[in-house]
């Protein structure tokens, strides 16, 4: 069962005063601890800010994600997973690749699949897709075939999928995201911590979180067409922890935004648990895929923290 809580307001304000503390009320979006100086009085310090994540930066490093499109009855997209694996290493802890299995059955294929094609190609017309085919980062096509979806085909010398992510990685950052993430008997928590200097009133702005495993071992004997009985699929998209597309986000308040996700079952929904990844971002929806569009990333392996940067 999902159980999802948005947090704006820091929580806890410890006053170490001798051997008593004191918690106080709600503060306006800060999460602050102190301790006050005997030295000084009545007058207590400033609040100082303590996070897991760090403190806020004045600026963020823009990370973006890849979502391809494949499936294992593909027998060509084990090169286009080739090609992605390329433009990440290219770009380290800055681009971020997430697989939807999808179509003819494939075995790996979960509901959320088809939601997101739907999404990244509404108001397109297309009557079909081919397969491998990635979103950049949610990106308008550079591709004829998908004028007006948010997919592009790796188009022979023209090598739309590295070009479009050169484009997404110049763009401004104006936010940032850190993640403490845990898992204890199948049940994940996920503390996603947005940063920002200046509020960000884009509307239909919405917090994404995917549970990614890699190399997940082909579904049977076989079963991957022109993978051979070795391949192991990267970056799988096992399970989507928010709404499908994304859980609604206010970021006009002071500094940050905490987003907790608390006991999310994923018994069933992986192979091999030490393959486990986080991924959040932060994505505008919008009634036609020319409006979307991602304003950052974070990605952590189960079980551990990755600051705001």
């Known amino acids: 069962m999902k159980k999802v809580l948005a947090i704006f ?14 918690q106080a009320p709600n ?11 005997p030295g000084s009085g009545t007058t207590e310090p400033e609040p100082t800010t303590v996070l897991p994540v760090g403190d806020v930066p004045t600026s963020f490093t823009k990370k973006i994600i890849i979502e391809k499109m494949t499936g294992e009855w593909c027998g060509g997209c084990p090169s ?15 681009v971020f690749a997430a697989s939807w299995q999808m179509s003819n059955g494939d075995p790996f294929e979960i509901p959320e699949a088809q939601a997101w094609r739907t999404h990244i190609s509404a108001g397109a017309g297309l009557t079909g897709y081919s397969f491998p085919s990635a979103s ?26 590295a070009a479009q992510t050169a484009t997404e ?7 940032g995201i850190g993640l403490v993430t845990s898992e204890k008997n199948d049940k994940v928590n996920v503390d996603v911590y947005i940063g920002y200097n200046s509020p960000i009133t884009t509307t ?31 970056h799988m998209i096992r399970d989507v922890l928010t709404a499908e ?18 006991d999310f079952n994923i018994a069933g929904k992986y192979t091999n648990k030490n393959k486990l990844k986080i991924l959040a971002f932060v994505n505008v929806k919008g ?5 979307l569009s991602i304003l950052n990333a974070q990605e952590v392996h189960l079980g551990d923290i990755k600051q705001f940067d």
């Open 27 to 37: 503060g306006d979006g800060q999460s602050p601890f102190y301790v006050p100086d």
């Open 80 to 94: 286009g997973g080739v090609t992605i694996d390329g433009i990440v290493s290219a770009n380290p802890d800055k």
């Open 9 to 22: 307001l820091a929580t806890t304000m410890i006053l170490a005063i001798g051997s008593c503390t004191k």
């Open 287 to 291: 009634s036609t895929a020319d409006q």
């Open 245 to 262: 597309l994304g859980d609604e986000v206010n970021l006009s308040g002071s500094n940050y935004l905490k987003f907790e996700i608390k």
């Open 204 to 234: 239909k702005t919405h917090l994404t979180v995917y549970l990614i495993e890699d190399e997940v071992p082909e579904s049977s004997a076989g079963a991957q067409v022109s993978g051979g009985g070795s391949y192991l699929h990267p």
């Open 169 to 175: 990685l110049a763009k401004p950052a104006n936010c």
């Open 136 to 161: 950049i980062n949610r990106a308008t096509s550079i591709t004829a075939q998908y004028a007006n979806a948010a997919l592009d085909l790796n188009e022979g010398s023209s090598a739309n999928w």
